[in-house]
């Protein structure tokens, strides 16, 4: 089992900058991906970012430049800088751990608010 417990988020005013971390406990895996989900009102779930143990990122192509994950594998922590944030990013951010297997796994973290006002 993983255990994911989020930080940081809150309000902010458009162009600035906040950080969200999220310290898994539990075994994690080399092979899970650990990264981040936003979920903004009336709207699905998307992808914001995602790493792997080795350092390998992916992100919505409408976040380049703009946000940055990372990862600490020894801390089993997953971060999230946003920068020049903007009104349309409030959401609720969620960290996700997907472990790939027979049968893939998530593990959700509690979900953090994200409120940028303009």
Not at 19 to 35: E, K, N
Request: net charge positive; aromatic share 10%.
């Amino acid at each position: 089992q993983v255990h994911l417990v989020q930080s940081g988020g809150g309000l902010v005013q458009a162009g600035g900058s906040l950080r969200l971390s999220c310290a898994a406990s539990g075994s994690i895996f080399s092979s899970d991906v650990m990264g981040w989900y936003r979920q903004a009102p009336g709207k699905q779930r998307e992808l914001v970012a995602s790493i792997s143990s080795g350092g390998s990122t992916n992100y919505a192509d409408s976040l380049k430049g703009r946000f940055t994950i990372s990862r600490d594998n020894a801390k089993n922590t997953v971060y999230l800088q946003m920068n020049s944030l903007k009104p349309e990013d409030t959401a609720v951010y969620y960290c996700n751990v997907r472990r790939y297997s027979f049968i893939n796994l998530d593990y959700w973290g509690q979900g953090t608010q994200v409120t940028v006002s303009s």
